[in-house]
């Protein structure tokens, strides 16, 4: 299974575009979206193309495809303009062989991890750092940053997922890290 996976678009029509485009360009299975979708929150500036009316049209035109999580700046209202769920605190997805706890970082983190089995991958987004770390029991901590307001000079980006292998890619579609689960 191919996934790409993507956090913290934040209502940036660019950022959205270039995730959506590279996800159908990747021919993945899935694009996972590890929430803060549609508003920018009070501690970001805004986006460079921040529109969230265009981002709530392109994400609902691909809502058979998505796989999404709620962060900490989308709410119930937001689930109101999308024709797809976004509201659950996290979600488990298994991709060959390999099991991954989805969440947007500000419940569960590193500091405060969910229950999680020997070698399983703890997916965030939130910190808008891109990250690939081992901690805990055996497990996987990996945070694609953010697609739309990168932080401690992370590029704007996302990752693909593919047999085993976390792919770490700028908007532009060009890797810039890669880490090996196996």
């Known amino acids: 299974m191919k996934l790409l996976i993507a956090s913290d678009i934040h209502g940036d029509f660019d950022s959205a575009k270039a995730v959506v485009d590279a996800y159908f360009a990747s021919k993945a299975d899935r694009l996972v979206l590890l929430g803060d979708l549609l508003y920018h929150g009070p501690r970001n500036d805004l986006p460079p193309s921040y529109a969230p009316k265009k981002v709530i049209e392109l994400l609902n035109s691909v809502k058979e495809h998505l796989l ?90 996302y990752i693909i997922y593919e047999k085993g292998v976390f792919s770490f890619r700028s908007l532009n579609g060009e890797e810039y890290f890669k880490y090996s689960k196996c």
Request: aromatic letters at 8%; glycine letters at 10%.
């Open 68 to 157: 999404c999580v709620r962060g900490n700046c989308d709410t119930e209202v937001d689930q109101m303009v999308l024709d797809f769920p976004i509201l659950a605190d996290y979600a488990f997805i298994e991709a060959d062989g390999v099991r991954m706890l989805l969440t947007h970082g500000h419940k569960f983190n590193t500091q405060t991890p969910p229950p999680l089995r020997y070698g399983d991958v703890f997916l965030h987004g939130h910190t808008h750092v891109s990250t690939a770390q081992e901690f805990g029991n055996g497990n996987l901590y990996v945070n694609p940053g953010s697609a739309a307001i990168p932080k401690e000079n992370t590029p704007r980006g």
